[in-house]
């Protein structure tokens, strides 16, 4: 069974489309990400969503909008795609974060989505 | 965000241990130390966290200096699996995101 799973793993699309990226978790986990490595391999956080709601949101141009269904779900739309665009986009989940200070969860990764945006 | 230091790349051999360095001078004391490893083509993955003391799980040991400001990864026995980008990530309790650097490629030759 796998844990988190992203759909498409590619995608090819030209300038100016809209695209939607899919992911969905089994594990019963509370939080989902969305990151993105560039084509020099840098790895950053987009969106957290925790229980639902919005709870990271980094400087992402508003081209990018996650949405999340239920907890088992974050989907990513991207609007209006442009060659910066082209990256691979990982979804991964979490247990909820921790109440108390010696509280510290791993990260469950999705296996990708590559995007290549002409 | 705490900043963390590694190499840019070690190399070892097959049924070697491997020590991955990391620096983080300015780790705060709700920060843990995590370390995750991708390997080629896949997302990263979890291996071991820690806070204070030294950890081990089926995949790696992680020894915490006693200030806190420099931890090592360390493998028992590489295999040509463990050939993959690692990095060590400081996380705040309080906040969920993970924050990459560059890491460490290590090579395994047979």
């Known amino acids: 069974d796998t844990a988190v799973s992203q759909t498409p793993k590619y995608l090819v699309t030209q300038m100016g489309n809209d695209k939607s990226i899919k992911c969905e978790q089994n594990?019963?986990?509370?939080?989902m990400y969305w990151y993105k490595q560039d084509s020099k391999k840098f790895l950053k956080i987009m969106f957290s969503?925790?229980?639902?709601?919005?709870?990271i949101n980094e400087t992402v141009p508003n081209r990018f909008s996650p949405k999340s269904p239920d907890k088992a779900h974050l989907n990513l739309h991207i609007n209006s795609l442009e060659l910066g665009d082209s990256a691979v986009y990982f979804c991964?989940?979490?247990?909820?974060?921790?109440?108390?200070?010696?509280?510290?969860?791993?990260?469950?990764f999705g296996p990708g989505t590559r995007l290549t945006v002409t | 965000d705490a900043k963390t230091t590694q190499p840019n790349s070690m190399e070892s051999n097959e049924e070697e241990p491997v020590h991955l360095p990391c620096n983080h001078s300015?780790?705060?004391?709700?920060?843990?130390i995590h370390w995750y490893r991708q390997l080629p083509s896949q997302g990263p993955e979890y291996v071991i966290h820690?806070?204070?003391s030294n950890v081990n799980n089926r995949m790696a040991s992680l020894a915490i200096a006693e200030d806190r400001k420099s931890s090592t990864l360390i493998l028992h026995r590489a295999t040509l699996r463990d050939a993959a980008v690692y990095y060590c990530i400081l996380r705040y309790t309080g906040f969920q995101k993970l924050v990459f650097g560059t890491g460490t490629r290590l090579l395994v030759s047979p």
């Open positions: 300015t780790i705060s004391g709700t920060d843990y």
């Open positions: 594990l019963g986990h509370d939080t």
């Open positions: 969503y925790n229980n639902k709601e919005l709870i």
């Open positions: 991964a989940s979490s247990r909820n974060r921790g109440l108390g200070f010696r509280s510290s969860y791993e990260q469950y």
């Open positions: 820690g806070l204070t």
